[in-house]
């Protein structure tokens, strides 16, 4: 089965800089990459999501790469603000079983 | 407001004894999940039903059980609970199996004695 690991486990960036999670995955037919985001004590929010069809997409603040070469790919947030700060999961789903699989999550801390 | 709700929110269980987690959603979705969520594993599917009347096995399915007899509902079952089922439970639901974007509830936190 797919196999999602995901870097850092915790990051802590200063309110304004920018923030970055990295996830590679192991099965090459995957062709569907979510983003959530989970706030303390609340079940996760899909945020952004890549297809295989293309290598970048941008809403606001946050944007995702796909390097499907690499088998990687990377959430960025710009301008960080304390609201931002959660635990985010990377996710891969293969093209037959439509199963997602998780990564293990990153705490994200943004300082005031 | 539409969405899903799971019950109870919080549970304290003595090993052996059966339990059985509820979740509904009113947003006519086909597909609903089971995730189970523990510190540093992230997201791991237990079950899932792709449409009423039919479920299936997901990464960890041992110990659990689910049944799927309506669109609404789809109830997580642990015949006799163990020490390791200790962990916060996670229901979702998406419009089909392949559109992808998942639903979640608030969660379920199961603590195991």
């Known amino acids: 089965g797919e196999n999602v690991e995901q870097h850092p486990s915790t990051l802590s960036v200063q309110e304004g800089d920018s923030a970055v999670i990295k996830c590679t995955y192991s099965d090459s037919a995957s062709n569907y990459f979510p983003w959530y985001k989970q706030e303390l004590g609340k079940g996760p929010q899909l945020i952004i999501d890549?297809?295989?069809?293309?290598g970048e997409k941008k809403d606001q603040r946050i944007a995702v790469t796909l390097n499907k070469t690499a088998k990687h790919f990377s959430l960025h947030i710009t301008e960080t603000q304390p609201e931002d700060s959660a635990v985010y999961f990377c996710?891969?789903?293969?093209?037959?079983?439509?199963?997602?699989?998780f990564g293990a999550g990153t705490t994200v801390t943004v300082r005031a | 407001i539409a969405g899903i709700t799971q019950a109870p929110t919080s549970q304290i269980l003595a090993a052996g004894r059966r339990m059985t987690l509820r979740c509904t959603q009113d947003?006519?979705?086909?597909?609903m999940y089971w995730y189970r969520q523990d510190l540093g594993l992230g997201l791991r599917l237990i079950h899932y039903?792709?449409?009423?009347?039919?479920?299936g096995k997901g990464e960890v399915p041992d110990g659990y059980s689910v049944s799927r007899a309506n669109t609404d509902d789809f109830p997580l079952t642990l015949a006799s609970a163990v020490p390791s089922q200790t962990s916060v439970y996670f229901c979702a639901s998406s419009l089909s199996g392949a559109t992808g974007e998942l639903f979640f509830g608030e969660g379920s936190r199961l603590t195991v004695l």
């Open positions: 947003m006519r979705h086909n597909a």
């Open positions: 890549i297809r295989s069809n293309v």
């Open positions: 996710a891969a789903m293969g093209p037959s079983d439509y199963k997602l699989s």
């Open positions: 039903s792709n449409t009423a009347g039919t479920t």
